[in-house]
């Protein structure tokens, strides 16, 4: 994989840790259970997304 590839999945990596971050706070706040529910189904497909582009490291 070339410096240019790895820097591309470093910042998509980036990005993907910052959204799970954010859905897993908003999941927090949230009072409607469905809607805590979904932001936590959210953070958990970002999770997913991180786990395999970290793979491809």
Request: glycine fraction near 4%; aromatic fraction near 8%; include cysteine.
């Amino acid at each position: 994989m070339s410096p240019k590839e790895l820097l591309y999945i470093e910042d998509a990596l980036g990005h993907v840790q910052f959204l799970t971050t954010q859905c897993r706070e908003a999941a927090g706040k949230l009072t409607d259970p469905a809607l805590r529910q979904q932001a936590n189904s959210l953070a958990d497909s970002c999770q997913s997304l991180f786990n395999r582009f970290y793979s491809l490291v």
